[in-house]
Nanobody, 121 residues
């Protein structure tokens, strides 16, 4: 069964840090572009970070709202993709989803179930 499972969400104070993890199973991570999305209450789902590194070629991109605060990274051997979040703001509150899309077949993709991140004092 091909699936993604997120973990690491929770409640954190403004200015704090949190790391989300997503573990895949049933498919080869190395062949997929990995991303984190988020969806705030009443808002559309938005792309937060994308990881498209191949071999030694590093290729990551971030939404302007999180650039310099969030870091996405992958481990193809462990089939994990992580999102390190620092200097968190209340507007970062959302359900965070990991996503995997096949490099050579854009119609093949998987979503995790989502993990809640709440930034509040």
């Amino acid at each position: 069964q091909k699936q993604l499972v997120e973990s690491g969400g929770g409640l954190v104070q403004p200015g704090g840090s949190l790391t989300l993890s997503c573990t895949g199973s049933g498919f080869a991570f190395t062949n997929y572009i990995l991303s984190w999305y988020r969806q705030g209450l009443g808002k559309e789902r938005e792309l937060v970070a994308i990881e498209n590194s191949v071999g030694t070629y590093s290729n990551t991109n971030y939404a302007e709202s999180v650039k310099g605060r969030f870091t996405i990274s992958r481990d193809n051997i462990k089939s994990t993709v992580s999102l390190q979040m620092t200097s968190l703001k209340p507007e970062d509150t959302a359900v965070y989803f990991c996503h995997a899309r096949a490099r050579f077949d854009s119609t093949t993709d998987y979503w995790g179930q989502g993990t809640q991140v709440t930034v509040s004092s």
